[in-house]
């Protein structure tokens, strides 16, 4: 699976210009990353939503989960991504609508998810596209000791 590159610059500017994250794929099993990846977030100023059907209504770090992007009735300008390779088209087709009306500039796809097609669609939408890298890490790397 071919790994893009991406500008150190870009991502930053994503993750500063990023406040609200809907997290599809959230677990609240804390043995799963998902789980810490939000928890991260959290303790870093951002708001993240948590996306799973299976968990809908359940609290997780304070916020209610809820079953699919379409649930999320706030603006947000990221959508992370931990699901399987397989279920990312399903993601991009339930996010292409939301698009204009709740501000998403940037699909995140975590690491080892890689999907050019979704990807070519979701930039088609105006999106921008980060595959195969984590938030957590990113932000660490990239954020933790700016001034």
């Not at 990023?18 to 951002?46: F, K, Q, W």
């Amino acid at each position: 699976m071919p790994r893009e590159t991406y500008d150190d610059e870009d991502i930053v500017r994503i993750l500063t210009g990023t406040r609200t994250i809907a997290m599809v794929g959230a677990s609240t099993d804390p043995s799963r990353h998902s789980h810490r990846v939000m928890e991260y977030m959290l303790s870093n100023g951002y708001r993240v939503i948590p996306v799973n059907p299976a968990a809908a209504g359940q609290l997780l770090h304070g916020e209610t989960v809820v079953a699919g992007l379409a649930d999320i009735d706030v603006p947000f300008e990221l959508v992370d991504v931990f699901r399987r390779q397989d279920a990312i088209p399903g993601v991009v087709d339930e996010l292409l609508p939301l698009v204009e009306s709740r501000g998403v500039r940037t699909l995140w796809l975590q690491l080892d998810l890689y999907d050019e097609e979704s990807a070519a669609r979701a930039r088609a939408a105006g999106l921008e596209v980060v595959m195969d890298r984590c938030l957590k890490i990113e932000f660490g790397r990239l954020l933790t000791h700016r001034n």
